[in-house]
């Protein structure tokens, strides 16, 4: 079945730093990808859509300069988390599409743990 | 921009007993999903609803969209510890998978043994 695999799966990194997460389809290409957040006891909620070759769209509220996202190929997006600080400090998760099919549920990463100090 | 309320936010039951989420749209819902979510690790996709009326089942878990397409149920039979978890309702913006997910609050299970 797809596979989508995020890395790092945590990280824990003094404010300022700025941190990389990656997001991949294993096994199809994924045209489109999402970034969700999620903090403690809540729900998901959509950060931006990733869309190869072009610019992200990042939802409401959601500081571009801050939060990164590339997306050269169809395979990979990155999520850079600007010079964090301890509030950028969630749980990050990726979904991506099968471009080869349609009507099929997004699959999704395993997610980010990130904790800044 | 659709809302998806999930109800109830925390369940706890007995091991062996039945239980029920509801999943409510404030619009007509085209491609309903669910996942569940283990604490602290990604989604695990459960299943997808698109026609009003339609039911699916996977081994002890059941879900149904109603025939307005404005409410799904989640329905676990004889619970187990295993079944323990974030159940999330989410709902896609156009009507299909091609699109970004809007998710519900989500339901957090506990099952006591």
């Known amino acids: 079945g797809a596979v989508v695999s995020q890395h790092p799966s945590r990280v824990i990194c003094k404010s300022g730093t700025s941190v990389k997460i990656e997001c991949r389809s294993l096994?199809?290409?994924?045209?489109?990808m999402f970034w969700y957040r999620q903090f403690p006891k809540q729900s998901l909620m959509l950060m931006a859509t990733?869309?190869?070759?072009?610019?992200?769209?990042?939802e409401q509220g959601v500081e571009k300069d801050k939060f990164l996202i590339n997306h050269a190929s169809l395979t990979l997006s990155t999520l850079t988390v600007t010079s964090a600080h301890p509030e950028d400090s969630s749980f990050y998760i990726c979904?991506?599409?099968?471009?080869?099919?349609?009507?099929?549920?997004?699959?999704f990463g395993d997610g980010t743990r990130l904790s800044i100090l | 921009s659709q809302e998806l309320e999930q109800s109830p936010q925390s369940l706890i039951v007995q091991e062996g007993k039945n239980l029920t989420i509801n999943c409510t749209s404030s619009?007509?819902?085209?491609?309903l999903y669910w996942y569940k979510q283990k604490y602290g690790e990604g989604l695990i996709f459960l299943m997808m609803?698109?026609?009003?009326?339609e039911e699916k089942s996977h081994e002890k878990i059941t879900a149904k969209l109603d025939e307005k397409k404005q409410q799904s149920s989640l329905h676990i039979t004889a619970s187990q510890p295993s079944h323990a978890g974030i159940y999330l309702c989410?709902?896609?913006?156009?009507?299909?998978?091609?699109?970004?997910?809007?998710f519900g609050g989500g339901t957090r299970l506990m099952v006591k043994p």
């Open positions: 989410g709902a896609g913006a156009l009507g299909n998978a091609g699109n970004m997910l809007t």
């Open positions: 096994d199809f290409q994924a045209t489109t």
């Open positions: 609803l698109q026609k009003g009326g």
């Open positions: 990733s869309n190869e070759g072009s610019k992200a769209t990042y």
């Open positions: 979904s991506a599409e099968d471009r080869g099919y349609s009507n099929q549920p997004q699959h």
């Open positions: 619009k007509t819902l085209y491609g």
